[in-house]
């Protein structure tokens, strides 16, 4: 306050005042969920505010309107609730209006219809809670009148309705003060009327069935056809299809319609029949050869039959008749189709049952009889007529059937090689049975496979082979060894056969095949043959050391391993390797050997193989020294281990001079002119071949020769080594 004593007087505030309070002029209830209020409005209020509360104190609500009258809304049916307005501007609200009291009215009662009939409606509700009276109002549709029924019951039937049109029923509730509450609208339709048929019809086609036709009544929405046999179709138009029917069958008909009421009562039964079945059992009899009958068993609702027999030529032969037979003429070997229709007033069946009838057939007469197998026969032949199986047998067999089978072939397996069979192809039919008159036709197997009984080397690429004959004479055998990359032959009428260059280290499958002018026999069970490996072509000796030599040789076809010899009066060398060459040990020099190699399969065949001699080298020399002589010359000396004479050549390796010398067979020394001395020196002694070959392993030596006059004290033949 006292600032605002010294606020300047140039400013001005704005002050802003409240409404003028209402006064509620009535308060009513026209739903079971709102109160409205109408007041008098009041000059400077924007909007007013309507406050309801429960009498209970437990419910309070405001809710705003623009002007009078005002609607709360939300409230429980048949409730006391205390009402006030407010009015409001932007300076607020004003207080609360005198209050007034006002009961919201009752609930409409909840109207549940169906039609028990075509012209009835039943109407059901549950009590209304504070109703004392009910008000129920029905409209036809389409109609302006108005049926107006007040109860006090929760149940009322409408009568005297029309069948399939919808009615709509407003339902009210009166509370004890006399006023109404909310109302509720619903429709029914009754039940539609019973429709009248007007047709029941076969119709034809691949699967039999019926038409039904009949009119359409007023307020149907579908419709349901059912038969006596409990088949039935559903639909909204006025016709209607059941399928599939069974022939024969005597049955009715009724319709009813439907609506979303109900159905209606089911139409007067309307019957019809179906068209007789066919015949199950149909069967020709011939009691006598030519005189043949068709019989069929008895079929209800049947007028009279009409048989048809049509012979496989094109002949065709029918007969109308009440009883279930018809006689006809038939000939041997042809087959007959018979079938009967059944009459009556729906018509026939469109089908029937066809059997077939074939007299007893005649023998073929273009008969093959051939040979497709060493055991086994082919037969074959042109079908005959009235033929339903052929039965063919052999009568080296004791006439076991080998063949029943409708086709015209068989095949006579398992026979006897080498034989003749009498074969006979006999038609038969399940009625009339086999003709047996007719001719065999002979015909022979193959011959036997021959055994191989033993093989046997002859020479080094010739081999004896044994086969067994199980044939007639004259029978010719052919051996076969075939081999990876090559085939050898040999013929022959007796038990063997000689086969002849055949390959080195091959594996042979031997077989034999015996052959007539009939044809081949099967091939014997096959034998193998396996030839020796073949000797190496080349074989080189080399002498490696004194003692000891390598020995190469070129693969042997067929060779899994070998065994290596150098054989000599004064000993032998061997080895066994898998290689194609071997380092051989306890050699002796200066000897003459002979070279001999065994290639060996893998299954153990060996093939023995000789080559050229071979001489080993000459001995290397033994004691070897060397001497400084008087004249200035050094003298080698050696004694020699051959026992052949052979030249030797000396080489002298120093550090200041190299020198060579020769010796002539036979010498045992070599003299060299020394340029110098005092030097060291590496000797070397080898022998020389016939071949004018040096021997190349035999060992150095090397010696120390002092000068002459050293003060060492060495003589002049001294040697220092």
């Known amino acids: 306050l006292e600032q605002g004593l010294h606020t300047p007087l140039s400013l001005k505030s704005t002050v802003y005042i409240s409404p003028d309070v209402p006064s509620i002029d009535q308060a009513y209830s026209k739903n079971s969920d709102s109160i409205t209020v109408e007041f008098a409005e009041v000059s400077g209020a924007t909007s007013y505010i309507l406050r309801a509360e429960s009498t209970t104190g437990d419910f309070f609500f405001e809710t705003p309107t623009a002007k009078s009258p005002g609607t709360v809304v939300g409230l429980q049916p048949y409730t006391d609730y205390i009402l006030s307005v407010m009015s409001v501007n932007s300076g607020g609200r004003s207080q609360p209006s005198y209050p007034i009291k006002a009961r919201t009215v009752v609930i409409a009662p909840k109207l549940n219809t169906s039609s028990p009939s075509n012209d009835s409606i039943l109407v059901t509700w549950p009590p209304v809670e504070h109703a004392i009276r009910y008000t129920l109002i029905m409209i036809q549709e389409g109609s302006s009148t108005r049926l107006i029924l007040n109860t006090t019951d929760t149940t009322v039937t409408f009568d005297k309705l029309e069948p399939g049109v919808s009615y709509c029923i407003k339902g009210m509730a009166w509370d004890a003060e006399g006023r109404t509450g909310d109302d509720l609208t619903v429709c029914q339709i009754t039940r539609p009327p019973s429709p009248d048929v007007t047709q029941v019809q076969l119709t034809p086609g691949r699967s039999l069935g019926i038409a039904v036709y009949w009119m359409t009544v007023q307020g149907a929405n579908s419709y349901l056809v059912l038969a006596s046999n409990g088949q039935n179709c559903n639909t909204s138009d006025s016709y209607c299809f059941i399928s599939p029917q069974e022939c024969g069958q005597n049955h009715s008909i009724t319709v009813t319609a439907y609506n979303d009421a109900g159905p209606s009562s089911p139409s007067q039964s309307v019957g019809y029949i179906t068209y007789p079945c066919p015949p199950e059992n149909i069967w020709v009899e011939e009691p006598i050869a030519g005189n043949c009958s068709v019989v069929w068993e008895k079929v209800p609702l049947v007028e009279y039959y009409v048989a048809f027999i049509k012979r496989d030529d094109g002949t065709e032969k029918s007969c109308n008749t009440t009883k279930t037979t018809c006689q006809f003429f038939c000939m041997c070997g042809y ?46 032949w042109s079908p005959v007529k009235g033929a339903e199986l052929y039965e063919t047998t052999a009568a080296q067999t004791n006439n076991v059937l080998h063949c029943n089978d409708t086709s015209p072939v068989c095949a006579l397996s398992d026979l006897t090689c080498n034989s003749l069979y009498s074969v006979t192809v006999t038609p038969c039919s ?47 055998y052919t051996i076969s060894a075939t081999g990876r990359y090559d085939k050898y032959t040999c013929q022959s009428r007796n038990n063997f056969c000689e086969l002849t260059q055949l390959s080195c280290g091959t594996i042979y499958e031997v077989t034999a095949v015996a052959s007539t002018a009939v044809g081949k026999s099967l091939p014997g069970y096959s034998k193998t043959l396996e030839t020796g490996p073949c000797c190496p072509s080349t074989v080189n000796v080399t002498q490696v050391t004194q003692a000891m030599t390598n020995l190469t040789w070129s693969p042997g076809t067929g060779a899994g391993s070998y065994i290596a010899t150098l054989m000599s009066p ?45 001489s080993s080298s000459a001995c290397c020399p033994t004691g070897v020294k060397l001497y400084r002589r008087t004249n200035n010359s050094l003298r080698v000396y050696w004694r020699s281990s051959s026992p052949q004479a052979y030249n030797h050549t000396v080489e002298l390796y120093g550090t200041g001079a190299n020198y060579t010398c020769f010796a002539a067979a036979g010498s045992m020394y070599c003299d ?50």
């Open 335 to 380: 087959t007959y189709l018979t079938s009967v229709f059944p009459y009556n007033q729906a018509g026939t069946s469109l089908f029937a049952d066809v059997r077939n009838y074939t007299t007893i057939p005649c023998c073929p007469q273009d008969v093959s009889v051939k040979l497709v197998s060493t055991e086994t026969l082919e037969v074959m």
């Open 570 to 614: 004064r000993g032998e060398a061997k080895c066994h390797t898998l290689d194609t060459h071997c380092l051989m040990g306890c050699i002796t020099c200066g000897t003459n050997y002979s070279v001999q190699l065994d290639a060996i399969s893998s299954t153990g065949y060996r093939s023995q193989c000789q080559y050229r001699g071979f």
């Open 672 to 721: 060299i002119q020394e340029g110098t001395c005092g030097d060291v020196y590496t000797v070397v002694v080898a022998p020389v071949g016939k071949s004018g070959v040096k021997v190349t392993f035999c060992l150095p030596r090397t010696y120390s020769v002092l000068c002459p006059g050293s003060n060492a004290g060495m003589g002049e033949y001294n040697l220092s080594e």
């Open 430 to 476: 399940e009625l009339r049975g086999c003709n047996y008159t007719c001719t065999p036709y002979k015909q022979e197997t193959a011959p036997c496979a021959p055994e191989i009984l033993n093989m046997t080397q002859t020479t080094n690429s010739t081999y004896k082979v044994l086969i067994s004959t199980p044939n007639s004479p004259n029978t010719n």
